[in-house]
Nanobody, 121 residues
């Protein structure tokens, strides 16, 4: 089983910055990908950014130029650096970890409980 824990959320003023962390722990062979999703009040989860084990990454056009995803493979942790925050960025930010238990076996998605980010003056 894999446990996913997000941290770093809080209240930030418009234009401010915040860094979220997503740490994966448990038993797995590797982590092919880690992603961030945002769930605004009354809406479904929306993809924000992803990073794969080789280091390639991608972010949604809405946050491109403002958000950066990175990872520390030695800590099985992904980060989301959020700059120039807007009120529309408010929501619970969830991390999804794709984990493979053994070489050659199918991977499984694991979700964290999320961390709340509120952008308000």
């Amino acid at each position: 089983q894999v446990e996913v824990v997000e941290s770093g959320g809080g209240l930030v003023q418009p234009g401010g910055s915040l860094r979220l962390s997503c740490a994966a722990s448990g038993r797995f062979w590797n982590l092919p990908a880690m992603s961030w999703y945002r769930q605004a009040p009354g809406r479904g989860r929306e993809w924000v950014a992803s990073i794969v084990s080789g280091g390639a990454s991608n972010v949604d056009d809405f946050v491109k130029g403002r958000f950066t995803i990175s990872k520390d493979s030695s800590k099985n942790t992904a980060y989301l650096e959020m700059n120039s925050r807007k009120p529309d960025d408010t929501g619970t930010h969830h991390c999804k970890v794709v984990a493979r238990q053994r070489a050659g076996r199918p991977s499984t998605d694991y979700w964290g409980q999320g961390t709340q980010v509120t952008v308000s003056a």
